[in-house]
């Protein structure tokens, strides 16, 4: 069984097929965790488990699912460390506010960000380069290359600069022990300390592997589709859209590169995810692990019980 994660503040957060489990250490150094079920359209609706649409899918709801449980760990974290405002301050808030709405935000301020540093910052690089470079401006292959380049600059700068923050740094402890857990998991050892610290703290299904595979499929495909002579909006109109073949051919990559990840080829590709773990992950003390351990006994004692429902 597959089983994936994400850290969160102070945190981590399981899920299994059909459930989830977040577990947070408080201030008083007491786990709290909640749980859920999945309820993924992909049962509902088998088209969505169809090569491509499959990981449209698992994007859009690891995003959702993540941002629950990222919600649920900074409330317990203003609850223990935010002494100007109460628990019923919050909730007051947040009936007032509404996640739906709070959330809708967030992605919409995502999308611009998105935009403007990884479309038209890459771009306007690519164009300041054509200056001296002229090839650059009509050659499809070096104007994309060039994109592509700038964004996994841009986004090892941005994810280098956050790591510098203590609070982040911790985070990426936490991320380091979900990966630990997990790989203790599939060798099959009990989820004991001893036997966990022992793992590696990269691992090829992280979401930091699947962004770097993102870039290197994209990189094909732009030279495939995209010429070099692209206005700025035009590029935007392009780009977007193409997101979702991307993300679909991405994430079989990810599931054959997870499934094969002894092939000699297959460890080329998944090479630069797993160095970019470098920065993403850090080694977790025995305290955080613990609280991954949680987090993963919870949702595994809850799968274990799951009964299908009956059909017809």
């Not at 201030?27 to 449209?56: C, D, M």
């Not at 079989?252 to 773990?277: H, M, R, T, V």
Request: aromatic content about 14%; some cysteine; hydrophobic content about 45%.
């Amino acid at each position: 069984m597959n089983i994936g994660g994400e850290a969160v503040i102070e945190g981590v957060m399981m899920r299994s097929q059909h459930y989830y489990a977040v577990s947070v250490r408080r201030k008083n150094k007491k786990i709290v965790t909640i749980t859920g079920n999945i309820n993924s359209a992909g049962e509902k609706y088998k088209f969505w488990k169809w090569p491509l649409l499959r990981g449209l899918l698992a994007m859009w709801e690891s995003m959702t699912l993540g941002y629950k449980a990222l919600n649920f760990s900074a409330q317990i974290y203003e609850e223990d460390y935010d002494n100007n405002k109460s628990a019923k301050d919050k909730k007051e808030a947040d009936k007032k506010n509404g996640h739906g709405v709070e959330m809708t935000f967030s992605i919409l301020i995502a999308v611009v960000l998105f935009v403007a540093l990884f479309i038209l910052v890459p771009f306007y690089l690519n164009k300041l380069i054509a200056l001296k470079f002229k090839a650059m401006a009509t050659n499809r292959y070096y104007f994309n290359t060039g994109m592509v380049f700038f964004k996994l600059v841009i986004f090892f700068l941005y994810v280098w600069a956050i790591s510098l923050m203590e609070d982040v740094k911790r985070l990426f402890q936490y991320h380091g022990a979900e990966h630990k857990t997990i790989f203790a998991y599939e060798n099959n050892k009990k989820l004991t300390y001893d036997n966990i610290k022992v793992y590696s703290t990269r691992h090829p299904r992280c979401g930091t592997a699947f962004l770097v595979i993102t870039l290197i499929i994209s990189l094909v495909i732009f030279i495939l589709l995209l010429p070099a002579n692209l206005l700025p909006w035009q590029r935007i109109l392009v780009e977007i859209p193409l997101i979702i073949p991307i993300v679909g051919i991405s994430y079989e990559a990810l599931k054959y590169s997870a499934k094969y990840q002894d092939n000699f080829f297959i460890k080329i590709l998944i090479a630069p995810g797993l160095a970019f773990q470098h920065l993403t992950t850090k080694e977790p003390d025995k305290s955080q692990i613990e609280v991954a351990v949680k987090s993963f006994t919870t949702v595994m004692t809850l799968e274990k019980k799951f009964k299908p429902k009956k059909q017809g």
